[in-house]
T-cell receptor
Framework: SQTIHQWPATLVQPVGSPLSLECTVE??????LYWYRQAAGRGLQLLFY??????ISSEVPQNLSASRPQDRQFILSSKKLLLSDSGFYLC??????????FGPGTRLLVL | GDSVTQMEGPVTLSEEAFLTINCTYT??????LFWYVQYPGEGLQLLLK?????DKGSNKGFEATYRKETTSFHLEKGSVQVSDSAVYFC????????????FGAGTRLAVHP
C-alpha cells in the first residue's frame, strides 16, 4: 500500500532563516505531487505541483520554492522566512487518477 | 474561475443529531467533487467523492449527492458522534492534466455528548 511521509512534524523558525520541508511517498511510481498551505482557521491553498522529476509548477508567487530531486521526493524550501509563512503545510500525491492523498502535515511557526 | 463555497462554521451539535454541511460550487465542465475531513492536528483524509451528476458518495455514515442542477454537494449524516468532531472540506477537481483540487474554506464541526 502507499504511504506518504512528511517531516519535520513541527518547526519553529526565526524570521529570515531558511526552510526545508520534505515529503516522500512509498508504494507508487511517478506520482503527481502537491504542496498546500493552510493558514490558521482557513482553507487550503495550492502552492506547487509536480508531474515528474524536475518538473515544478507554481500556483502562487511567493518567497517559497519547490524541488523534486527524485521520483517520490518533494521538497519545499525558502531562503528567508517571513512571518506570513507560518501555517500548516501539507503534501499530497495522486496517481494520475482523481483522488489526492495527504500526508500528516508540518506545522511551521515563524517568530 | 472555479470555486467552492461552504457554509461557515463552527457547527455545534449534540450527539445523535442530524448533520448537514452545505457546499456549492462554480465550475466549467463537469468536475468531480470530494469531501475531506481533518481531525485535530492531522492531515486531510478523503471522506467520500462523486464523479458525475446524481452520484452519491458515502462513507462512515456520511453521504453527499452530486446535484448538477443546483451545483451542490451537501454533506449529511443521520446521527453524529463525538468522534466526528473535525474540520470538513469540500473540494472540486478541475478539469485538466494534473488533478488540481480547489478547496472550500472548511467547516468546523463540534459534537458534544
Amino acid at each position: 500500500s502507499q504511504t506518504i511521509h512528511q517531516w519535520p512534524a513541527t518547526l519553529v523558525q526565526p524570521v529570515g532563516s531558511p526552510l526545508s520541508l520534505e515529503c516522500t511517498v512509498e508504494g507508487t511510481s511517478n506520482p503527481n505531487l502537491y504542496w498546500y498551505r493552510q493558514a490558521a482557521g482557513r482553507g487550503l491553498q495550492l502552492l506547487f505541483y509536480s508531474v515528474g522529476i524536475g518538473q515544478i509548477s507554481s500556483e502562487v508567487p511567493q518567497n517559497l520554492s519547490a524541488s523534486r530531486p527524485q521520483d517520490r521526493q518533494f521538497i519545499l524550501s525558502s531562503k528567508k522566512l517571513l512571518l506570513s509563512d507560518s501555517g500548516f503545510y501539507l503534501c499530497a500525491w495522486s496517481s494520475g487518477l482523481e483522488t489526492q492523498y495527504f500526508g500528516p502535515g508540518t506545522r511551521l511557526l515563524v517568530l | 474561475g472555479d470555486s467552492v463555497t461552504q457554509m461557515e462554521g463552527p457547527v455545534t451539535l449534540s450527539e445523535e443529531a442530524f448533520l448537514t454541511i452545505n457546499c456549492t460550487y462554480t465550475a466549467t465542465g463537469y468536475p468531480s467533487l470530494f469531501w475531506y475531513v481533518q481531525y485535530p492536528g492531522e492531515g486531510l483524509q478523503l471522506l467520500l467523492k462523486a464523479t458525475k451528476a446524481d452520484d452519491k458518495g458515502s462513507n462512515k455514515g456520511f453521504e453527499a449527492t452530486y446535484r448538477k442542477e443546483t451545483t451542490s454537494f451537501h454533506l449529511e449524516k443521520g446521527s453524529v458522534q463525538v468522534s466526528d468532531s473535525a474540520v470538513y472540506f469540500c473540494a472540486l477537481k478541475v478539469s485538466g492534466g494534473y488533478n488540481k483540487l480547489i478547496f472550500g474554506a472548511g467547516t468546523r464541526l463540534a459534537v458534544h455528548p
